[in-house]
């Protein structure tokens, strides 16, 4: 079953906004990773949050984690055109295997 | 960007045909995972592999197999291709901490774009 959901399926947004992502999942997990991937290519990974924690930053991005509603969001400050790119969160599947499971992923558009 | 290649980028063939998409990272890490993406959509594992001579199913079904003799190389074989093969395979790795095995990042290639007609 699919584990992690990303809210909303697609985003269209003008350069200088901010860009926000929601992921939900469904089981307890360890920590979550969220990651980037261009068109036509490999994912790279962004950020990972430990289940522990409720907050982290990394440059212009800034992740959220609430375990009590399963839920973490992406925040993108300041786009650019170049952060264009679908956005995939990722998490363990809680069954004692070591296997990432991936969300249905975010299409970010950035318009200059 | 990290050390995992994928060959071919890109493969055309007919249905019928034997191929292996090959998958190798030179950054010594214990597992490797296979990854079927349909175009804007989501990853779905199809294989995965602790280590040398460990290799398991993921949870799509698939008609490929795999093989880890190396610690480096995974490649995945489709014993005859049909049409509903075609897709992008992505190959992934990370390390084996131990502890906390989800505490690391997967790498990933830049994907085989596999048409089959």
């Known amino acids: 079953s699919q584990q992690g959901e990303e809210d909303p399926q697609a985003l269209s947004i003008q350069e200088g906004e901010n860009a926000t992502m929601n992921c939900s999942y469904k089981?307890?997990?360890?920590?979550l990773q969220w990651y980037r991937q261009n068109s036509g290519r490999g994912l790279v990974h962004l950020i990972l949050?430990?289940?522990?924690?409720r907050e982290k930053h990394s440059g212009r991005l800034r992740v959220t984690l609430d375990t009590s509603k399963k839920s973490s969001s992406l925040l993108i400050t300041a786009s650019r055109a170049a952060d264009t790119a679908s956005y995939f969160c990722?998490?363990?599947?809680?069954?004692?295997?070591?296997?990432?499971?991936f969300g249905t992923g975010t299409r970010l558009k950035v318009l200059a | 960007e990290a050390d995992i290649y994928q060959t071919p980028r890109y493969l055309v063939i007919g249905t019928g045909k034997k191929i292996t998409l090959e998958c190798s990272q030179t950054?010594?890490?214990?597992?490797m995972y296979w990854y079927q993406q349909d175009p804007g959509m989501e990853l779905h594992l199809i294989h995965y592999?602790?280590?040398?001579?460990?290799?398991e199913k993921g949870d799509l079904s698939s008609e490929s197999t795999v093989s880890r003799i190396r610690t480096e190389h995974f490649p995945l074989t489709l014993e005859s291709a049909r049409p509903s093969h075609t897709s992008q395979y992505l190959c992934?790795?990370?390390?084996?901490?131990?502890?906390?095995?989800?505490?690391?990042?997967?790498?990933f290639g830049n994907g085989t774009r596999l048409t089959v007609t």
């Open positions: 992934a790795s990370s390390v084996f901490l131990g502890a906390d095995p989800f505490e690391t990042p997967l790498h």
């Open positions: 089981t307890s997990i360890n920590n």
């Open positions: 949050i430990r289940s522990n924690e």
């Open positions: 990722a998490t363990d599947d809680d069954s004692g295997t070591y296997k990432y499971i």
């Open positions: 950054m010594g890490h214990d597992k």
């Open positions: 592999s602790y280590g040398v001579n460990s290799t």
